[in-house]
């Protein structure tokens, strides 16, 4: 038995040598707490000549790093740039560990490990957006497959817009499992379905993933990739169907199964409940799944309504900007197909713009019996771009002389100009520390000529020509840009004047970047908004306000815009709940009983000078003072005077969102508001003289949404 015992000792006492053995110390390769950088090798201006001592001038505050000392390429902010170079050292560990923070722009702002010449391993920080923390994180490369080469290490950071930083420390050579270490972690995988779906939860960490087919990435972005998914996000990857991939995922806990949590499918998930989501608007348009912000490229072409817009496939927050792409044959019923345009490379993003179809093909660019669509877009990475469609908006093919206008700025907007037989590029631009709508003309929409400016408009810029009070004799110029402020004026195809100062827009508020289209068949002027709702919960966050046809009427005050909703809305009247008229004194309600979920309310009235009339449609108020010549509803404000004595209001309720019209469309207020699923009522009320109500309708409206809406 001692035998036994002596033998058990002796082979346990073996196996802790060895592992002691295989397990041997740290070697710390550079803790940065020295007075200089040591050996190591400085270019440029970004890192200073010596370590820094936490949070450098103008940056936010930096946590994580150990000790005093860590290397911070904030040096004269984030427009400097430079190397730091290691001596050359001998991998003799299982692990190179760190940490790192700062920009995420990989190849621009990282850490590399370079060897006989060539990188080998990288890492950056994790940020790319506005936002974001200096917090340095653990991270580390497995180099067993390096063991007894030589090797440098490089800090890069050849970055100079938002997040062009890095900040590194304590780098060791290990044997050890370092609780927390992050990992860039690969899967091999050959693509056989159409997608691949991908594991998401809202909230969790952001992840830089890649899919790199043949050695070249073909997508990259980021993506809150979780094995515990709330949702799924989809990937297109039919063009690569067969071909060996691999996916890559930056930054990920070791031992992580989120990356093999990604499957590949034919077809979408939850098919059968898409469209019917608690917080699904049913008669404004959303995507499937992500975030979408801006409407783009508005144009009719082909029988369709085109409907572009800034989207985020991957994530419930902004980010990753594509052009997602819906299609419509009347305004209200839209379906979506696949994304239009994806990014040329991580950081380069597709961002806001336009489209036109070029009938007369001034560019050269048409095949086949389509019409020829062009769009002009801002890639953040190169300037103004122009993309060319013949296959009715599904794909685009990139203008050879990309970019056409290089400057600081965005937003392009393509307009054809009869009168002199141009196009016109209206793009919001910064230079001399202000904010202007530049005017460039073009007669093919690839060479283009600066004609003039205007100052005091931000983003999103639109120009369109309505006819005043409806007499096609008397048209007038309106330009304006994301907040919906906007002028009236002239415009000779160069040059804007303004004829008013600049005027308020819409009243409420969630209502940005709104956009009209191109070639309305009707010779209306259609405009769109991205309407800011917010859905928690949902794999969907935003939406597009709904369509509105804009007219131009004149006023005391001089011509003014006015809103209305579009005539098509009207197809979605599935019932009329209630009808009334006649004159109401306080403590009538002549929609009593009068209930639904989606709703359509109108009211035209003759007020007393002293009546307030309340319409309170599934709990929120929205009255008109006649004292006051006012619209209170939703918390805000706004002038609504009388038409020709009378006032008329639509109210339009979805599930987030009311918009509210008033004053024959002078007063349009949108209100992105969740509405509690269980108050459906709609209550009618007057306080102070009675009112002489000429007709009030209330219809009850299906939802926009069919089986046939996904791709």
């Known amino acids: 038995m001692m035998r036994i015992v002596r033998l058990l000792l002796l082979v346990s006492l073996g196996a802790g040598l060895h592992a002691a053995r295989a397990q041997s110390p740290d070697v710390v390769i550079a803790d940065f707490e020295g007075d200089d950088y040591g050996g190591w090798t400085v270019e440029g201006t970004a890192f200073g000549r010596t370590p820094a001592h936490g949070t450098l001038p103008g940056q936010m505050a930096v946590e994580g790093f150990l000790g005093r000392g860590l290397v911070n390429s904030f040096h004269g902010g984030d427009g400097s740039t430079g190397t730091l170079t290691s001596p050359p050292f001998s991998i003799n560990r299982k692990s190179i560990g760190f940490l790192i923070g700062g920009g995420g722009w990989r190849g621009e702002t990282c850490l590399n490990l370079i060897v006989d010449g060539q990188v080998v391993r990288t890492a950056a920080g994790p940020n790319t957006d506005p936002g974001g923390s200096e917090r340095l994180e653990p991270a580390g490369w497995d180099v067993r497959d390096l063991a007894g080469k030589t090797a440098r290490l490089q800090v890069v950071d050849h970055a100079t817009g938002g997040w062009g930083h890095v900040n590194v420390d304590q780098i060791v050579l290990t044997d050890q499992k370092r609780p927390g270490t992050l990992h860039d972690v690969a899967r091999e995988l050959t693509l056989e379905r159409r997608y691949l779906l991908l594991p998401v939860k809202t909230g969790a960490p952001k ?77 404004h348009f959303s995507p499937r799944c992500g975030w979408n912000n801006d409407p783009n490229g508005l144009v009719h072409a082909g029988g369709e309504y085109h409907l572009y817009f800034q989207y985020n496939p991957y994530g419930w927050a902004w980010g990753n900007m594509h052009w997602g792409h819906a299609v419509s044959p009347d305004l209200v019923h839209w379906r979506e197909l696949p994304i239009a345009l994806y990014p040329r490379r991580f950081g380069d993003w597709a961002f806001s713009g336009s489209a036109v179809a070029d009938p007369s093909n001034t560019s050269g660019w048409k095949q086949g019996n389509n019409e020829l669509l062009v769009a002009a877009y801002t890639s953040t990475g190169r300037g103004e771009c122009i993309v060319h469609s013949n296959d009715r908006g599904r794909t685009w093919t990139e203008f050879d002389g990309n970019p056409v206008i290089k400057h600081q700025g965005r937003d392009p907007r393509l307009l054809w100009h009869e009168p002199t037989r141009r196009w016109v590029m209206a793009v919001y631009d910064e230079s001399e520390g202000k904010r202007w709508i530049n005017f460039y003309t073009s007669p093919d929409l690839k060479s283009w000529t600066y004609r003039s400016r205007i100052g005091d408009f931000f983003e999103c810029p639109d120009l369109f020509a309505l006819p005043l009070d409806g007499d096609p004799g008397r048209h007038k110029w309106v330009l304006t840009a ?9 415009f000779d195809g160069e040059q804007f004047r303004p004829e008013t100062p600049k005027l308020a827009g819409h009243r409420g508020r969630g209502f940005y970047a709104a956009q009209t289209f191109s070639r309305d068949p009707r010779g209306r002027v259609v405009q769109i908004g991205w309407l800011q709702t917010n859905t928690p919960g949902m794999p969907f966050n935003q939406a597009m306000s709904l369509p509105l046809q804009l007219g131009l009427r004149s006023t005391p005050d001089g011509p003014r815009l006015t809103w209305q909703p579009v005539g098509e809305l ?66 805000v404000t706004a002038p609504a005077p009388l038409v020709g004595g009378k006032q008329r209001m639509i109210v339009l309720a979805d599930r987030t969102a009311l918009e509210v019209f008033a004053s024959d469309g002078l007063t349009y207020v949108p209100l992105p508001i969740n509405l509690d699923p269980g108050e459906r009522r709609v209550e009618v009320r007057v306080a102070g003289e009675p009112v002489d109500l000429d007709t009030l309708a209330i219809y009850e409206l299906r939802s926009a949404w069919r089986k046939d809406a996904g791709r």
Do not use: C, N
């Open 207 to 283: 992840r830089r993933m890649a899919v790199i087919v043949d050695g070249r990435t073909v997508r990259e972005f980021e993506i809150e990739l979780s094995e515990q998914p709330g949702w799924w996000a989809h990937l297109d990857i039919g063009d690569w169907k067969g071909k060996k991939a691999v996916l890559r995922v930056d930054r990920l806990p070791e031992d992580s199964p989120a990356l093999r949590t990604v499957v590949q499918a034919d077809e979408l998930r939850d098919t059968d409940t898409v469209y019917r989501e608690p917080l699904r608007a049913q008669f």
């Open 482 to 490: 994301a907040s919906s402020e906007y002028m009236v004026g002239s």
């Open 570 to 635: 009207d197809a979605l009247r599935a019932r009329t709940i209630a009808k009334a008229s006649g004159k109401i004194k306080p403590g009538d309600d002549p929609a009593a009983g009068a209930a639904g979920e989606l709703l359509e309310v109108r009211a035209e009235f003759t007020p007393g000078a002293s009546s307030v009339l309340t319409l309170k449609v599934r709990g929120v108020e929205v009255a008109y003072d006649a004292a006051r010549g006012e619209i209170r509803a939703g918390g």
